[in-house]
């Protein structure tokens, strides 16, 4: 017996003993040394790219909108950035300070105001987002990792976990930012003056749908219906997934120029010349997207906005409704107050305008009929409810176009496509 139990001692002493030289090894180092050389890294990487980093970010409220960034991080701790947010943005270099810090993970912080900060800005004027919360979007990101080769690193935001990652930039990407090359020329397509686009890419012709607010794109025909966040490119227009078709897979679009004389699109798809014109009337009808635009009001018992009023032969808010007092949009209440009658007019001090009967063709054409009216209409806004009524109850009627998958809707004339409103839910 006593020689079992010194055994025994002699073996568990034997196995601490082992336990203790392997844990020694494993933590030679202490926890903030370990996360300092993480950190080391993280800025060896950001700061060695010779050429910067191209960056796409996707903040929550819309996870498939990308945002493009470029970032030139120094050893100084400030980074000098671009972005196609707008215009601006894209041709004029913003410069923040930034850190890497551990705040119980790795992270990477952009802590003065700068062009990622408008994704995030809780005044919702400057975004188009949500007053307090913006895009919900973040400007503190968590280093999820890197590539073995360095050349990609993820990112997720700390407060609101949008997605983000960067990638090395070549020296061309890098000087055609500080060349102030980008082509912009793709968003001109909300000048054509009639609204259906249409894209030839000489192996197949597609309707394509093109929103500036949630940069998304929809390509669709007969055999195809595709949809994909898009961002600007020195050439052109790049999707964040590939459109496949007619046995190739479609990347974007380079060479994009816009004709406003010709009212035409010229560009490449693979080195192809393609182009996109317009219409009046769509390849294919979406005969349901007016039962979606209506019912998604009505099951939210809320309502439609239009901050741009109707466009008319290329020209917003042709009636212009800004001119009334106090004005903030034009809305539509469908089915008001459980009134059996839509509800839609100016929004200023008041909410006040015609009640209209809506009706759907089985064609998926969406027309209007008057009824009276809601509210008190002011003197001065008499000619702007006027134009309202005569608009909505054209003859032939709208189609209705959902234009991205954040309850947007476009309402075109169906008469000649030269006139419409663009919806957003409230």
């Not at 055994?7 to 002493?13: E, K, R």
């Not at 910067?52 to 970010?57: D, E, I, Q």
């Not at 470029?70 to 000098?80: E, I, L, W």
């Not at 496949?244 to 004389?261: L, R």
Request: net charge neutral; proline share 3%.
């Amino acid at each position: 017996m006593r020689t079992n139990l010194r055994l025994y001692i002699f073996l568990t002493a034997l196995l601490f003993a082992a336990c203790k030289k392997e844990d020694d090894n494993v933590f030679k180092q202490s926890p903030d040394e370990r996360i300092n050389q993480v950190l080391n890294t993280y800025s060896t990487a950001l700061t060695g790219a010779e050429y910067g980093w191209k960056a796409l970010v996707y903040p929550s409220a819309f996870s498939t909108v990308p945002f493009s960034f470029y970032f030139k991080f120094d050893t100084a701790n400030r980074v000098k950035m671009y972005s196609d947010w707008d215009s601006s943005t894209l041709i004029n270099a913003r410069e923040s300070s930034y850190r890497l810090k551990a705040l119980q993970q790795p992270c990477l912080l952009f802590d003065t105001y700068s062009y990622i900060h408008i994704l995030c800005d809780p005044d919702a004027s400057i975004n188009n987002g949500y007053y307090g919360g913006g895009l919900l979007s973040d400007f503190e990101f968590i280093l999820d990792g890197m590539s073995s080769d360095g050349d990609t690193i993820k990112l997720t935001g700390r407060q609101h976990a949008t997605r983000a990652v960067l990638v090395k930039a070549t020296s061309k990407e890098a000087q055609d930012y500080y060349d102030r090359k980008r082509n912009w020329d793709f968003l001109y397509s909300s000048r054509f003056l009639t609204y259906f686009k249409k894209l030839h890419t000489g192996k197949g012709d597609y309707d394509i749908y093109i929103n500036e607010s949630f940069k998304s794109v929809k390509i669709v025909n007969a055999n195809v219906k595709f949809s994909a966040g898009y961002y600007l490119t020195p050439n052109g227009v790049a999707f964040d997934k590939a459109f496949t078709d007619a046995g190739e897979s479609i990347y974007g679009f380079d060479n994009v120029v816009w004709s406003e004389d010709s009212q035409l699109m010229t560009l490449q798809v693979n080195g192809r010349a393609a182009t996109i014109t317009s219409d009046k009337k769509p390849y294919i009808v979406d005969s349901t997207a007016g039962t979606r635009w209506y019912n998604t009001a009505v099951n939210a018992a809320n309502y439609y906005i239009a901050p741009n009023g109707i466009h008319v032969d290329g020209q917003d808010d042709y009636y212009n409704f800004s001119s009334v007092p106090g004005f903030s949009y034009l809305f539509f209440f469908p089915n008001y107050g459980k009134s059996g009658y839509e509800f839609t007019g100016i929004m200023e001090n008041s909410y006040y305008g015609p009640a209209l009967k809506r009706k759907m063709s089985a064609g998926g054409i969406t027309t209007f009929t008057y009824g009276g009216t809601f509210g008190n209409i002011p003197d001065y806004a008499t000619t702007p409810i006027t134009d309202i009524v005569t608009k909505f109850t054209e003859s032939t009627g709208f189609y209705i176009v959902q234009t991205s998958d954040y309850n947007t809707y476009d309402m075109v004339n169906v008469k000649d496509a030269r006139s419409w409103i663009s919806w957003q839910l409230y």
